[in-house]
DNA sequence: TTTTCAATGCGAAGCATTTCCATTATCGGC
DNA sequence: GCCGATAATGGAAATGCTTCGCATTGAAAA
């Protein structure tokens, strides 16, 4: 049990617990999913995350993965986030801290940051309308510093508010 | 020409205005999609506004609906508003404040408020990471008081992040 | 009025996601 | 270690929202 794979193993723990708390079953699909998961950089969707595990098992389904990444979700393990492209983007979220994102409508680079102030201010105003608040969801877009320098052509695949398949993960503590 | 009517006239005056900008052409469905539309209270989908023009004009495809919502929204008279169940809301834009949304996860109510105090602070956020802002949404979830004084019944259609089809508005400004 | 080409509306296609269901596999109990 | 109940799987089909293709219609400039 070495030392750096304990991140791992914690997460691993919290999934089982989480799966014999439902009287789910754990399953050699749903392990290979995980792992898988938890060595990826952020934002994949669950087909990009499907063209992963078939790499290592080409027997896997969509839907495994797609129900697999439900039930992280549930674990809180992961977190789903929208870009405005209608997919389905996960992240980590067990032991990552909450942040927000500002992403660039030219080039769909992906900026993560967090501001306890704006944090705080969403809360003071939940309570004000007498809510109780659970979580939001703050998007952030505008043109990234690169692109305000280059030439204005915008990306042909970006015309019409569509998404970059690559974004660029940027995480960035205030 | 009425002085009631001048709030129509005026966003009318918009959409022709961008018709003919873009070379586009006059024509009665568009009338007919834009006039309803005024009319409605705010957070329809597509699929909502086709059955409401059905009611006058049955020849009208959702195509054209669709169609007329992305060229209304062009116009700057739409916004396009997302809550999570991956369906396509359209609300008034022209006139109306800039807003967020507040969101009870237990019977899906909208509060609309608007902060500056935390507008301000999500320009400057974008101004610290390079960015120059064009656009944001900010929404927050959370349990209304009505529902935190009800038994905890969550309602059913809720139960998988789904949301209701009914949504109750209320603009508030702060 | 003629001509041009945008707009329409239908059905079909796309795309992400979910459902169906027959088959397979887990895991508690014997 | 073997059974048996039943959860999980995966492939195909279905779904729901949105867009596309295309033949037809119609707006408006000439």
């Given amino acids: 049990m070495t030392k750096i794979k304990e991140g791992y193993k914690n997460e ?12 789910l079953r754990r399953t050699a699909q749903r392990d290979l999913i995980l792992e898988i998961f938890l060595k990826t950089e952020e934002h994949l969707t669950s087909e990009d995350l499907y063209w992963l595990v ?8 969509h839907t495994t993965v797609y129900r697999t990444l439900k039930l992280l979700t549930e674990a809180g393990l992961a977190r789903e986030v929208r870009f405005g492209d209608n997919k389905t983007y996960y992240e980590h979220h067990y032991n990552h801290e909450h942040h927000d994102h500002l992403i660039c409508t030219e080039c ?12 705080a201010m969403q809360d003071a105003t939940a309570h004000k309308f007498g809510f109780v608040p659970t979580h939001h969801s703050l998007r952030l877009w505008g043109i990234c510093e690169d692109c305000q320098q280059t030439t204005h052509e915008s990306h042909p695949s970006m015309a019409s508010g569509a998404q970059p398949r690559v974004r660029v993960k940027t995480v960035v503590g205030s």
């Fill in 54 to 61: 078939q790499k290592q098992d080409p027997s896997v389904g």
């Fill in 108 to 119: 769909g680079k992906v900026v993560e940051f967090f501001s306890p102030e704006i944090e």
């Fill in 12 to 23: 691993k723990e919290i999934f089982l617990e989480h799966i014999q708390k439902a009287g």
